[in-house]
């Protein structure tokens, strides 16, 4: 079975500095994708960064960056420079076929 | 761009009352989604679908039915609405094969209130 942990249920940081939020996950696929989605409070699900688990080089979107550990089965998000518009839940995503497992979110306030 | 819309974006039922939720996407993609989001357990899946008329049980079908009759369309059905079905319904789609890179597009939720 494939699951994924977020053990920061809230964060927050001052306008303009950095975040960085944490997942852990565990499968037995040695093919598989990570995400980060943001939902903000009108609740859409907007897809932030997607990292190929094959993949070495880490994704980056931006202002956004995911630091990926494939050993220790880590997938971190990194935001710089943070804005009042990255206000949101941030959810870290598995998916493997149609096999897509959630953590349990991260609410993160920006503070001005 | 790809757009997945639901029908309502809030919803109020009764107890017993049997509730359809639909779902549209128009990307032509294969694979369907609905999902349930309640605080602190993040998104559990209830139902997908990879095919016209085809459906899968996801992790908390119990209480659940869907349909697919065309491509773009998946609809979530309460036969009988209880109170712990009060949560919000995501529905998300997904392109098959290794070029949709495993990502799903989700519609902006309908939070459902059953009384």
């Known amino acids: 079975a494939q699951t994924v942990t977020q053990s920061q249920p809230e964060m927050s940081v001052q306008e303009a500095e950095t975040v960085t939020l944490s997942c852990t996950y565990d499968t037995s696929e040695s093919d598989y994708y990570l995400f980060w989605y943001k939902q903000p409070p009108s609740r859409q699900m907007i897809l932030v960064i997607r990292q190929e688990a094959y993949k070495q080089q880490n994704a980056t979107e931006n202002r956004f960056s995911v630091n990926f550990q494939k050993a220790a089965k880590s997938f971190s998000l990194k935001i710089s420079d943070s804005q009042l518009g990255d206000a949101a839940m941030y959810f870290c995503?598995?998916?493997?076929?149609?096999?897509?497992?959630f953590g349990a979110g991260t609410r993160l306030t920006v503070k001005p | 761009d790809v757009k997945v819309t639901q029908s309502s974006r809030y919803l109020v039922k009764r107890t017993g009352e049997k509730v359809f939720l639909e779902c549209v996407q128009d990307m032509d993609h294969e694979n369907m989604f609905w999902y349930r989001q309640d605080p602190g357990l993040g998104l559990r899946l209830i139902y997908f679908?990879?095919?016209?008329?085809?459906?899968e049980k996801g992790d908390i079908p119990e209480g659940y039915s869907v349909s697919r009759e065309k491509k773009e369309r998946f609809s979530l059905i309460l036969e009988s609405a209880s109170t712990n079905q009060t949560s919000m319904y995501l529905c998300?789609?997904?392109?098959?094969?290794?070029?949709?890179?495993?990502?799903?597009?989700f519609g902006p939720g309908t939070r459902l209130l059953v009384l």
């Open positions: 995503a598995l998916a493997n076929n149609n096999d897509m497992r």
């Open positions: 679908s990879y095919d016209v008329k085809m459906k």
């Open positions: 998300a789609s997904k392109q098959s094969g290794v070029g949709g890179l495993e990502t799903q597009y």
